[in-house]
């Protein structure tokens, strides 16, 4: 009974490449999000829907595009692919009934680009 | 726009010992405060949060955190380290004007000796 989980956990892939990664709430929240944690550990915020709307668009290479098929769903899907990707991808949800929007995070994709 | 620091990239206590992380916040109006933790290879998940009322934060395994307003401070502390405690820990914070957006610290990588 994951929370948020995601697919794939690890991610190997050469320079140019298209891939996804997929993203799933069973916590009926209203948000989700995309962070990207690289490899000094630091933690920034990429994308987030609200009921399927994108509300968040932090300044990112429009290489990445987010498409939420439903509240539950949130994926990210990344075009030519390129070395300075690599990093581990998160993914978060939140209910909009707390005014702190206390996010849930799932175990995160490696992503490794060579 | 909100900042965190926290002090300290890397902390290494003794089995037994206190453990203190340090992490300060700027901005005019407190925001809804957050200690994350994320062990090797792994999500993040929450320890505890400030939203409102009572300044000190009880959380679990044994952590806790006070609020200070006058110091812009909400760090954390546990009393007696476990090895099980070695991991990395981020402070986070969200305004209270709800916009969704959690910024982070650059982490804490905390290390148990025995």
């Known amino acids: 009974d994951t929370a948020v989980s995601q697919t794939p956990k690890y991610l190997v892939t050469q320079m140019g490449n298209d891939k996804s990664i997929k993203c799933e709430q069973n916590?009926?929240?209203?948000?989700m999000y995309w962070y990207k944690q690289d490899s000094k550990k630091f933690l920034k915020i990429m994308f987030s829907y609200n009921n399927k709307e994108l509300i968040i668009n932090e300044t990112v290479p429009n290489r990445f595009s987010p498409k939420s098929p439903d509240k539950a769903h949130l994926n990210l899907h990344i075009n030519s692919l390129e070395l300075g990707d690599s990093a581990v991808y998160f993914c978060a949800s939140s209910q909009d009934s707390t005014n702190y929007n206390e996010q849930f995070f799932g175990p995160g994709t490696r992503l490794t680009v060579l | 726009a909100q900042s965190v620091t926290q002090l300290g990239s890397h902390v290494s206590v003794s089995e037994g010992a206190l453990v203190l992380l340090r992490c300060n916040y700027s901005?005019?109006?407190?925001?809804?405060l957050f200690w994350y933790v994320q062990y090797p290879n792994q999500g993040l998940q929450l320890l505890l949060k400030?939203?409102?009322?009572?300044?000190l934060v009880k959380g679990i395994n044994g952590f806790e955190a006070e609020f200070k307003k006058s110091e812009t401070s909400f760090h954390l502390t546990k009393p007696s380290a476990h090895m099980s405690d070695a991991a990395e820990y981020f402070c986070?914070?969200?305004?209270?004007?709800?916009?969704?957006?959690?910024?982070f610290g650059a982490g804490t990588t905390v290390t148990v000796r025995a």
């Open positions: 400030y939203t409102t009322g009572a300044t």
């Open positions: 901005s005019s109006v407190p925001p809804y």
């Open positions: 986070a914070v969200t305004p209270r004007s709800n916009d969704y957006k959690l910024s």
């Open positions: 916590l009926g929240h209203d948000t």
